[in-house]
């Protein structure tokens, strides 16, 4: 994302992600989203008896099911921290556009489990543990967005002023001054600090 230049020739601004800062928090948010999905198992099974993922003889931890969607979790964090540096290398209004993106998939997400044959306190509890996923990927990878920020500026040639040449090349002349040229059959133009030939008929 850049903007134009200023009219008082400060050149364009140009505002990127810096990728080493921002990958970086993508992966801490990715691992922030694990975690979340794990406790948020671990409490409804263990702390409020609500056997979500899997059967109730499973224990606390559940089955494999549980290792899957804590996997799920941070990849959804990862996919949503590509979609948001793809947005802020191009897109105008990034975060906003981003915020609507993460908001209907959170929304899906919440929908989603009422749509099974699961019992209503196991649907409630998986739709409030991918509610709190959504709204904890959103918030972090927006604060990532905001602090890894690079801000470049590209300044335009001053007017006026010739633009460097390469080594042996000519020096071009300052605006408005043209250099003499010698015509064929035309005698050759004094220089300053040389003294002006005579023509013939002054002998």
Not at 40 to 66: E, Y
Not at 85 to 110: D, K, Q
Request: charged share 10%; net charge positive; aromatic share 8%.
């Amino acid at each position: 994302m850049s903007y134009p230049a200023s009219p008082n020739g400060a050149g364009a601004i140009r505002v990127r992600p810096d990728p080493g800062q921002f990958w970086a928090g993508a992966a801490a948010t990715a691992v922030v989203a694990a975690l979340i999905a794990l406790v948020g198992i671990l409490v409804s099974r263990w702390a409020l008896n609500i056997p979500i993922l899997a059967p109730t003889g499973d224990g606390a931890w559940g089955n494999a099911h549980t290792g899957e969607y804590v996997l799920l979790a941070a990849l959804v964090a990862l996919i949503a921290a590509g979609v948001l540096y793809l947005l802020e290398l191009g897109a105008p209004a990034p975060r906003v556009f981003f915020g609507w993106i993460v908001g209907l998939a959170t929304l899906a997400a919440v929908v989603y489990p009422f749509s099974t044959n699961a019992p209503l306190e196991q649907k409630a509890a998986t739709a409030i543990v991918n509610l709190i996923l959504g709204v904890a990927i959103a918030s972090l990878l927006s604060a990532v967005s905001a602090r890894a920020i690079r801000v470049s500026r590209s300044v335009p040639p001053t007017y006026g002023q010739p633009r460097p040449q390469a080594y042996g090349q000519p020096r071009p002349q300052a605006y408005g001054q043209t250099e003499p040229l010698n015509r064929p059959g035309s005698p050759p133009l004094d220089r300053p600090g040389s003294s002006p030939t005579p023509p013939n008929d002054w002998r």
